[in-house]
């Protein structure tokens, strides 16, 4: 699996509303877009988990192309940029077939799910120090083959 990372530098060096745009303008180049409008959407809500400082762990979105990981600097951290990397992304990650899964600390996740929830289909939240849950995803879109191994032995 290819992964892609970004670390965007976050407050105080810009205010969590600006860093999720950052983020969105990284992830959905095409301001007339669906992906854009989707993730411009949650704004409040990633806005929020950003001024939690719950981005110190990377938000990841996956789905028919590389696996795109961003993380967050907070404090001196992104006041020096030391260790960012904000660059375009070299492929488009909400073209196709995308999921986003943002970090959140437990004690929001009830309220952010259920606010995702009435917002997207594609973006969920799990809970921080935890994995993203994409395997169930990744093997139902992988095809099954199975080989008859006597046809293949009798040539």
Not at 26 to 48: K, M, P, V
Not at 54 to 66: A, I
Not at 70 to 91: F, H, K, Q, V
Not at 106 to 125: P, Q
């Amino acid at each position: 699996m290819t992964v892609i990372a970004r670390i965007i530098n976050s407050v105080p060096h810009r205010s969590a509303d600006d860093t999720w745009t950052k983020i969105v303008s990284l992830l959905a180049r095409d301001q007339n877009s669906a992906a854009y409008r989707e993730l411009l959407s949650i704004a409040g809500i990633a806005g929020s988990l950003i001024a939690r400082e719950s981005m110190t762990e990377p938000l990841v979105v996956f789905g028919s192309g590389p696996r795109v990981r961003i993380r967050c600097l907070y404090n001196e951290d992104a006041i020096s940029g030391d260790g960012a990397s904000e660059g375009a992304l070299p492929t488009n990650p909400t073209s196709g077939d995308w999921n986003m899964s943002l970090p959140c600390p437990k004690e929001d996740l009830t309220w952010v799910s259920k606010a995702l929830v009435k917002k997207s289909s594609r973006i969920t939240a799990r809970e921080m120090g935890t994995a993203v849950d994409d395997e169930v995803r990744e093997s139902s879109a992988q095809s099954v083959i199975t080989i008859d191994k006597e046809a293949f032995l009798n040539l």
